[in-house]
Structures are given as C-alpha cells and as structure tokens.
C-alpha cells in the first residue's frame, strides 16, 4: 500500500523560507515522476511542481517558478520542495503525489504566511 507523508510545514513571515519533504513508502519511487500540489482555503488542489523519476527534468507552476525548488532522494524514498520569497497567496495544505499516477492523498502539511 502506497504511503505518502508530507511534513516541514508551519508558520512563516512574508518574504520567509519553508522545506517541505515527503517520505514515500510501498512504491518503487525511483521509478515515477512525482510532484507537490497545493490547495488554499476554499480553493481546489492545484499542480505545483514536478520532476522525473531520474530527478533530471523539474517544472514549475508560472506563480512558483524561480521561487520554489523541486528535488528528490530516490535512495531515501524522499521529496522535496524547498520554497523561498514565501507570500500570502502560498498560504495553503502542500501534498507530493505522483504526476500521471496519483495514489491516496496523504494529510498533507499546512504552509502558513503571515506576518
């Protein structure tokens, strides 16, 4: 069975710095292209970033790209997205799930910005 737990998320000021990880589990990770999504308060889920399973090729969201840094550890099992220039409007539940295979969610981790 697929697992997937987000972590890193908290509180941050404006202009602030979060990572995110998620530890995957009863998959072969290395092996698929993976990515974060995000939904605000009252939104709906919304693709943030991918990256191949090599972890050669990342893609961004036009409202992240030069802020926000997709990487993964395959030897871990791990996903990152390291956030910088964190604003208001990236206030939301951060979740990794595969990019053209979606498993069950997991809780996802609340990103907070507010000063």
């Known amino acids: 069975q697929v697992q997937l737990v987000e972590s890193g998320g908290q509180l941050v000021q404006p202009g602030g710095s979060l990572r995110l990880s998620c530890q995957a589990s009863g998959l072969t990770f290395g092996a698929y292209d993976m990515a974060w999504y995000r939904q605000a308060p009252g939104g709906e889920r919304e693709w943030v970033a991918s990256?191949?399973?090599?972890?050669?090729?990342?893609n961004y969201a036009l409202s992240v790209e030069g802020r926000f840094t997709i990487s993964r550890d395959n030897a871990k099992n791990l996903l990152y997205l390291q956030m910088r220039g964190l604003g208001p409007e990236d206030t939301a539940v951060y979740y990794c799930?595969?990019?053209?295979?979606?498993?069950?969610w997991g809780q996802g981790t609340q990103v907070t910005v507010s000063s």
């Open positions: 799930n595969g990019r053209h295979q979606t498993w069950v």
């Open positions: 990256i191949s399973a090599p972890g050669f090729e990342t």
